[in-house]
C-alpha cells in the first residue's frame, strides 16, 4: 500500500492532533448502515480480501478515529492511500453514502497534520506545484519523455523505483509539432446551426493526446459548435484535490472559474472530453465555505459542465443525424470510465453515440463499470496493484473478443494502452471522440 489521490470539502483548516473529530468528516460516517453490498464493487477489497480495504471498512475506521477509539497512525493513512476512489460503491450504496466526499476530506485533513516524508514531499511538490499547473513544464516533461523513447533509454527506467516501472509501457509521445496547443477559438466556418461552448484542453492531454483534444474540437465543429479554449488555463485541479493539496486545489478552481466566466459569453456549456475533469469541475463548489461568493460562483460554474457524450448525443439526437462507419478494427467495446459513471451517473449517451453509427459491430464487456486501476496517479504509486487491478479488465476484453476498446478518459486510456502493451497485445485504444470524428467525416462524405 502506497500514497494514492483525493479530495478535500468545504471545513476550515483541521485543528490539533488530539482532535480526532478534524480528521474525518464523522456525521457522514453514521449514514452506512454496513450492508455489505459495496464489497464486491470494490476493487481493492476484491485484490486484497481484508474488510479494512472496502468501503464499509474504512468508513469503520474514520469512525472509530472520530470516536477516539483508534489513533489515525501510519497504518490508518494507507488503508486511505490504498484506495482508488472509483466510487464504484456509491452507485450500489441503499443509504446514498457519498463515500468519495469523506474519503477525500479525510485524506485532506491527515496530509495537513501528518506531513508524509521529505522524499514524498518532494515528489508531490514537483508533480502537484511545479508540473502539472505550468504549460512549459509539461512541455519539457513532455519533450524529455520523447528523448527517452527515442533513444531507447527508458528501459533504464525501472532502476530508478516503482515510479519508473511503467515507463518502458507508456505510449509514444508524439512529436512537438503533433502536440501543438488548440487556438483559443475554433469555428465551424459558416455552418448556419453554429452553437458556442466552452473546452477545456487539460494539462497533460496535450502532452498525450493532442489528438484526442483535436478531434473533439472538429467534431463539434461537424456539428456547427464553435469552441472557446481558455488559452491561460492548465489545470482543473483534480489531482491536487485528489492527493490533498486543498490550498493549490482552490487555486486552480478559482483560475478556471474566471477563465471560464471570461470566454464567450460566459454562460456557454463548457465541454469536457476528460471524465475525471468534468466530475471534479461538476462537484468543486465543496471547496469552498457555503454562502460565500467563491461557492456561489463556484455553483453556477458546476451548471455549465457537460461531458463530451452528453453533448454530443444530445446534439445527434436534436437533428436525427445517423453516423457513418468510423475506420477501426471491429467489433469494438465501450468501457465506462468509473468517474464517468459512477461520479457523474452518465451511462446511456455513450451508448447512444455508438449506436448511431450505422454498420458498427459491438461486442459489449461483461463488467464495463468496474475499475481498470488507472484512478489519476495511482497507476504510478501503486503500479502492482493497478496491473493487478487491470489484469480483470484485459481478461474481460479477451473474453469478448473485441478488437477496440474505447473509452472517455485519457487515464483510461493511458491505463488501456499500457496494460495491452505490457502483455502483448494488438488492441486498437480510442477515444470516444476520435471516433465520432471519424464517423461524422464519414457521413460526410457519403452525403456527397
Avoid at 103 to 122: G, V
Avoid at 232 to 245: I, K, P, T
Avoid at 371 to 394: M, N, V, W
Wanted: hydrophobic share 35%; net charge neutral; glycine share 8%.
Amino acid at each position: 500500500m502506497a500514497p494514492s489521490n483525493a479530495a478535500p470539502t468545504n471545513t476550515p483548516e483541521p485543528g490539533a492532533l488530539s482532535d480526532p473529530g478534524a480528521l474525518v468528516d464523522y456525521a457522514k460516517s453514521l449514514d452506512c448502515i454496513h450492508c455489505g453490498l459495496c464489497l464486491q464493487t470494490c476493487p481493492t477489497y476484491l485484490l486484497s480480501g481484508v474488510e479494512s480495504s472496502s468501503p464499509r471498512g474504512r468508513i469503520h475506521l474514520m469512525r472509530a478515529v472520530g470516536e477516539k477509539r483508534q489513533s489515525a497512525d501510519q497504518a490508518y493513512a494507507e488503508e486511505l492511500d490504498f484506495c482508488l476512489l472509483c466510487r464504484h460503491c456509491e452507485s450500489v450504496c441503499p443509504a446514498g453514502v457519498r463515500f468519495g466526499e469523506m474519503m477525500t476530506f479525510a485524506r485532506a485533513r491527515y496530509e495537513a497534520q501528518r506531513p508524509r516524508s521529505l522524499s514524498a514531499r518532494l515528489l508531490r511538490f514537483l508533480g502537484l506545484r511545479v508540473l502539472l499547473p505550468h504549460r512549459l513544464a509539461l512541455r519539457l516533461a513532455g519533450s524529455g519523455l520523447r528523448f527517452l523513447q527515442v533513444t531507447g533509454l527508458e528501459t533504464l527506467a525501472s532502476h530508478f523505483g516503482k515510479l519508473g516501472t511503467g515507463l518502458p509501457y507508456l505510449p509514444r509521445i508524439p512529436p512537438l509539432m503533433a502536440r501543438r496547443l488548440l487556438a483559443p477559438r475554433i469555428g465551424p466556418g459558416t455552418n448556419e446551426l453554429q452553437k458556442r461552448v466552452g473546452l477545456l484542453q487539460g494539462c497533460v492531454m496535450p502532452e498525450l493526446y493532442a489528438r484526442v483534444n483535436r478531434a473533439t474540437a472538429s467534431s463539434l465543429n461537424k456539428l456547427g459548435v464553435e469552441c472557446d479554449v481558455p488559452p491561460e488555463l492548465v489545470c482543473c485541479g483534480s489531482l491536487h484535490a485528489h492527493n490533498g493539496d486543498h490550498e493549490r486545489a482552490v487555486g486552480l478552481v478559482q483560475k478556471m472559474i474566471t477563465a471560464f466566466e471570461h470566454v464567450g459569453d460566459g454562460k456557454s456549456p463548457i465541454v469536457v472530453n476528460s471524465a475525471g475533469c468534468g466530475a471534479h469541475m461538476r462537484e468543486c463548489s465543496h471547496l469552498f465555505e457555503p454562502g460565500s461568493a467563491w461557492h456561489r460562483r463556484a455553483q453556477a460554474f458546476e451548471q455549465r459542465v457537460i461531458d463530451y457524450s452528453e453533448y454530443v448525443a444530445r446534439e445527434l439526437e436534436e437533428r436525427e443525424i445517423a453516423l457513418g462507419l468510423p475506420s477501426v478494427p471491429q467489433p469494438i467495446a465501450w468501457d465506462d470510465p468509473c468517474h464517468l459513471c459512477h461520479g457523474q451517473g452518465v451511462r446511456q449517451p455513450p451508448r447512444s453515440i455508438l449506436g448511431r453509427m450505422v454498420g458498427l459491430t459491438q461486442a459489449p464487456l461483461s463488467d464495463p463499470e468496474a475499475c481498470c486501476g488507472s484512478a489519476g496517479i495511482y497507476s504510478l504509486t501503486h503500479p502492482e496493484d493497478s496491473q493487478a487491478i487491470f489484469q480483470r479488465k484485459l481478461e474481460d476484453l479477451e473474453a469478448s473478443g473485441a478488437q477496440t476498446l474505447v473509452t472517455a478518459n485519457p487515464g483510461c486510456q493511458l491505463q488501456w494502452e499500457s496494460g495491452l502493451r505490457r502483455a502483448g497485445k494488438q488492441t486498437t485504444v480510442v477515444h470516444l471522440a476520435e471516433l465520432v470524428e471519424d464517423a461524422l467525416s464519414k457521413s460526410a462524405s457519403q452525403a456527397r
